[in-house]
Each structure stands twice: as C-alpha cells, then as structure tokens.
C-alpha cells in the first residue's frame, strides 16, 4: 500500500483515496496517467480539503509552480465523477 499525505487535512491516506496533482513542465495536471512525472501534491476526494489547500496556497507551494484559477474546478470535478 502507498500512503500519501493530504495537502488540507494533513492526514495519511492510501494513494488511490486521493487526487493527485502533478507539475507536468510547469503546469498542473490532474490525476495525470502514468507517463506524467514530476512533483506531486495529494488531496483528499473532500471540498474542504481542497478549499483548505487553495486558501494557503499548498498547491503552488509544494508544486513549485503557479496554480491556474481553473484548476479548482477541475479538482472539484473529480470529486463529482469520483
Ligand atoms: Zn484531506
């Protein structure tokens, strides 16, 4: 089992119980297949998660890269397909 921690909440989950944000050269991508590599972020399938994550920034922190407006709708349309 991979165990990833959550950018909102902090906690340790399994790998497959959160979204995955990977910096592909410079741009945020979510969920990425297999062949995406880079720094990665982690994010609970939750809105206040996500919320949390956006209001500090965590995602352009740890990603290293700036975060644009829509990838909070993209994160919110994985939990509505999840
Ligand atoms: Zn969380």
């Known amino acids: 089992m991979t165990e990833r921690r959550c950018a909102g909440c902090w906690q340790i989950k399994d790998r497959k119980d959160l979204i995955k944000i990977t910096n592909a050269a410079g741009t945020p991508v979510v969920n990425p297949n297999s062949t995406t590599f880079g720094r990665s972020v ?5 809105k206040s998660c996500i919320d949390a ?11 290293k ?3 644009p407006s829509e990838l909070k ?7 509505r397909n999840s």
């Open 42 to 46: 982690y994010l609970c399938y939750n």
């Open 53 to 63: 994550a956006f209001k500090k920034n965590k995602i352009e922190k740890f990603l």
């Open 65 to 67: 890269t700036s975060v």
């Open 73 to 79: 709708g993209q994160l919110l349309d994985e939990l």
